[in-house]
């Protein structure tokens, strides 16, 4: 029953992605026998019920608190808040959303709602009422788990399906009304029993809805199922490399996917502690969260490295980073250069990887006992088949660039859009395939290098351009800490290449400095891809996940309406 981790872990890629087999990963589960499964069991109470019972699941700290809650610990609290959704008559399937800040009450209200079965809708904490509105009404959700801080920004009189509202933390409570009630996190919990029935669910049962935005339209609640936990189980096993005695640190927020698949799940299904920061980022903040905690994997995203990049060599020897053994980062292209420069400064190679909301679980990777390729996202995760299709969906040859395409039927696939089967089935044209609309190219060896998202491609003067080729060499750069690169339409060229970039502490916007990087790209790359026109901004629009928005940019620079903004960082 016990599912240690006693599998060895991943000593030889090829010999793993030959004998790989899903169903050897769900006998390590207590329930392929019964078929019956409950994420929140899998992750939490069978550790408590091990020899893991007293081991730390949650090491949670941010400028007022700190805390930290064993298995046992996150069983109780969990059941309590089962027990609170139930005796307000919530049941299966309903959608309890979760929109705080991060705090320990996310954890165990997220735990708390899939123990009954509802299905978790995190929302990142700095939603505004338009985007809060979105997700609540398009998913029907008839409980939010909030604070009174951020309550106004939740208009639930306009909201016909919201019935119950559960307050976590001190603050003015409203008054009851006939269409909605208002409760006291602290107080329900002390009424409720520590001892719950658990809902045991089928498979295919719904879990956990992440929206996430398009190219077009609203944001799309994207629906994963309990089905999940056997990919985020392996995944995080052999990608993360958890061992027995890991602290593990993913940053990302339980808003976003990154933050549940592999800051909630992965780690504890595999029975890991997991440390989670609340506050802001600084560079200081989070090395001493390494040094506090000895933090010896840590899961992180680019962005947040360009921006540790900003921190001098003796900057960082104030910190003891010696726990750290591995690196990971996800979410938007890791630089060669990123790479480099963590073997310098950590004397560790940062993994890059790749997936997405809808695949709910890791692709594509670098494995720890693989050879890294600076700047490329690894190679497919085995029991996954992923390939480079044209729109036809033929293989291209390698080294052509076409979409970076997933065999449907691998366990953690998303299984709806919310309300929106249309846009389910656009992702799946290619007959038997899931389609990224990401652009990449497969090489000799099998490896797979990210291009760009198919719509940000640059076609100028006849030469197809890849924007994060341009990029990469404009941070390799000394002056430059980000850049952005979009096509400019262009009566002669077709498009022009204008690069964006913001720069690193103490360089100056200057002509000089933005001739100096057209020139730089140039001499580097390609006369083709240097940019003509390069403009020095203070920051650059990013989404809550740390992409840089090139279409923002691009809307900013034509004058064109800029969409849905709101996954961005403001
Ligand atoms: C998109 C998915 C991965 C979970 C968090 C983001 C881009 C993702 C990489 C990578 C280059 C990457 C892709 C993908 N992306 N990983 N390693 N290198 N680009 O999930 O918000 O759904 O975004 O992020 O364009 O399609 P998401």
Request: net charge negative.
């Amino acid at each position: 029953m016990s599912h240690s981790i006693k599998q060895p872990n991943m000593q030889d890629y090829d010999e793993a992605y030959a004998n790989f087999s899903w169903k050897e990963v769900e006998e390590a589960f207590s329930w392929h026998e019964s078929g019956k499964v409950n994420m929140a069991y899998e992750a939490i109470d069978r550790h408590a019920e091990s020899f893991r019972k007293n081991k730390v699941a949650l090491y949670y700290s941010d400028e007022k608190r700190d805390e930290k809650y064993t298995f046992q610990d996150m069983k109780y609290l969990s059941n309590t808040f089962g027990n609170v959704l139930r005796n307000l008559g919530i049941e299966k399937g309903e959608r309890v959303f979760l929109f705080m800040p991060r705090s320990p009450e996310i954890y165990i209200s997220m735990m708390g709602t899939l123990k009954i079965g509802a299905i978790a809708g995190p929302l990142f904490e700095a939603f505004m009422e338009q985007a809060v509105f979105d997700r609540l009404e398009n998913s029907d959700a008839s409980v939010l788990v909030t604070t009174p801080e951020l309550l106004p920004r939740v208009p639930y009189k306009e909201l016909p399906s919201l019935k119950h509202i559960i307050l976590v933390g001190d603050g003015e409570i409203p008054n009851n009304s006939k269409d909605i009630n208002f409760y006291v996190y602290e107080q329900e919990m002390r009424k409720a029993s520590r001892e719950l029935e658990i809902e045991w669910m089928d498979r295919e049962d719904g879990m956990i809805l992440h929206y996430t935005s398009g190219s077009t339209g609203k944001p799309k609640g994207v629906l994963h199922v309990h089905n999940a936990m056997i990919h985020q189980y392996q995944t995080a096993k052999w990608i993360l490399d958890l061992k027995e005695d890991d602290i593990y640190w993913c940053t990302a927020d339980p808003g976003w996917v990154t933050g549940t698949s592999y800051g909630v799940f992965g780690p504890w299904l595999n029975g890991a502690s997991n440390v989670i920061r609340g506050g802001r980022f600084s560079p200081e903040d989070w090395y001493s969260t390494i040094e506090k905690y000895r933090v010896t994997i840590w899961y992180s995203a680019p962005t947040a490295f360009r921006r540790l990049m900003a921190v001098d060599e003796e900057g960082i020897k104030q910190f003891d980073l010696s726990s750290l053994r591995h690196i990971l980062s996800v979410g938007e292209p890791l630089n060669a250069e990123v790479v480099h420069w963590g073997r310098k400064v950590y004397g560790l190679s940062i993994h890059d990887h790749w997936w997405m909301t809808e695949t709910g679980g890791i692709i594509v990777s670098n494995y720890p006992s693989m050879e890294i390729k600076p700047g490329s996202m690894g190679k497919p995760f085995p029991g996954v088949e992923a390939a480079i299709l044209d729109g036809e969906g033929n293989e291209v040859p390698r080294g052509q660039m076409g979409h970076l395409c997933v065999k449907s039927g691998w366990p953690a696939m998303m299984r709806h859009i919310w309300k929106n089967e249309e846009k389910l089935n656009g992702y799946f044209e290619i007959p038997g395939w899931f389609d990224s609309e990401d652009l990449a190219t497969m090489d000799e060896d099998g490896y797979i290098w990210f291009e760009g998202r198919d719509d940000d491609v640059i076609l100028t003067s006849g030469e197809r351009v890849g924007p994060f080729e341009v990029e990469s060499k404009l941070v390799e750069h000394p002056s430059v800490a980000e850049a952005a690169v979009i096509g400019k339409p262009d009566p002669v060229r077709g498009e022009i290449i204008k690069a964006f970039v913001s720069l690193r502490e103490g360089y100056e916007k200057s002509d000089g400095l933005e001739k100096e990087l057209r020139e730089f790209v140039k001499k580097g790359l390609a006369a083709h891809v240097a940019p003509r026109e390069v403009e020095i901004r203070d920051f650059l629009p990013k989404t809550r996940s740390g992409k840089i928005m090139r279409r923002v940019l691009k809307a900013w620079e034509l004058d064109l309406p800029t969409g849905d903004l709101s996954t961005m960082e403001k």
